[in-house]
């Protein structure tokens, strides 16, 4: 029985680990789409600040808490992350839809660059006169 | 055969049934049978940054527990405290709120893009009541039958 679960763990694992692999080694040769990530897709802005730091963010996090994974081996507990990081994610995460909002929202009220309240200018009706 | 025996027998064919079903599935990933290129795209074909995130969390959040399930001892289940739950739920909650608004704007702009033509009034045959009370149709009366 002991054998059997232990095949079965190395199993599920390995499957992870190859698709983990297989979606970075992709990403990396850009056979997966990465057009954009980190582009303001509402300003006209190339690069958008917000975007940049929730991906530092975001890899920072999940960097962070795989070291913490491998120092608690054998606890028998995911690691638990302190309380100011999570604050943080959770600003990073707060920043990068705020920003999504104002994209949203800034025709609207007139807030948005010149490019992009050209791109939501409704078209003209066609008349027949 | 016992119990134990037949329990034994069963796990076996489970694991080499999920074995051989994962390896298939990664043959076809590998191959690009199974498509993985839009994985992390909108529908506009952009790459969004709440799917990539969301996405590194899944894969961290699954390592880490298989990890820990593999060395552990005795291998157990591991606890999940709270706060890699309002981990998770902050990941998938970003995601969840991005795709809120890319839909909203999607719709604002195809709203923009094709403004709703003016129709001419349709008319019903439901009855409008006038001022003094009298019963009006907008269609006009149906012919009356012949007379015999």
């Keep these: ?129 | 055969m016992s119990a134990a025996t037949l329990g034994l027998v069963i796990g076996w064919i489970l694991t080499i049934f999920i074995g051989v079903l994962a390896a298939m599935i990664l043959i076809k990933v590998f191959n690009g049978d199974i498509d993985l290129n839009y994985i992390i795209s909108d529908e506009n074909g952009w790459a969004s940054l709440s799917r990539f995130q969301f996405l590194i969390f899944t894969f961290v959040v699954a390592m880490s527990l298989f990890y820990l399930i593999l060395t552990g001892t005795p291998p157990r289940y591991p606890e999940i405290p709270n706060q890699i739950l309002a981990l998770l739920g902050i990941s998938g909650g970003s995601y969840v709120v991005s795709k809120g608004i890319q839909t909203s704007r999607d719709v604002s702009m195809t709203e923009a893009d094709n403004p709703p033509e003016v129709k001419d009034p349709k008319i019903t045959n439901t009855p409008i009541v006038g001022d003094g009370g009298q019963v009006q149709s907008q269609n006009p009366p149906p012919n009356p039958p012949p007379v015999p």
């Design chain 1, 1 to 129: 029985m002991n054998t059997l679960a232990t095949v079965l763990r190395w199993e599920l694992m390995l499957v992870l680990i190859v698709l983990a692999a297989i979606v970075a080694y992709r990403m990396i040769t850009q056979q997966i789409n990465v057009t954009g990530l980190l582009m303001d897709k509402t300003g006209g802005r190339v690069i958008s600040p917000g975007r940049v730091q929730m991906l530092m963010a975001s890899i920072g996090m999940a960097a962070y808490y795989l070291m913490l994974v491998f120092e608690s081996k054998g606890k028998g507990r995911l690691p638990e992350l302190p309380n100011e990081y999570l604050a943080a994610f959770g600003a990073s995460h707060g920043i990068y839809l705020l920003g999504k909002l104002y994209g949203r929202f800034a025709v609207p009220l007139g807030l948005a660059s010149p490019q992009a309240r050209e791109r939501f200018q409704p078209k003209e009706p066609e008349t027949n006169t």
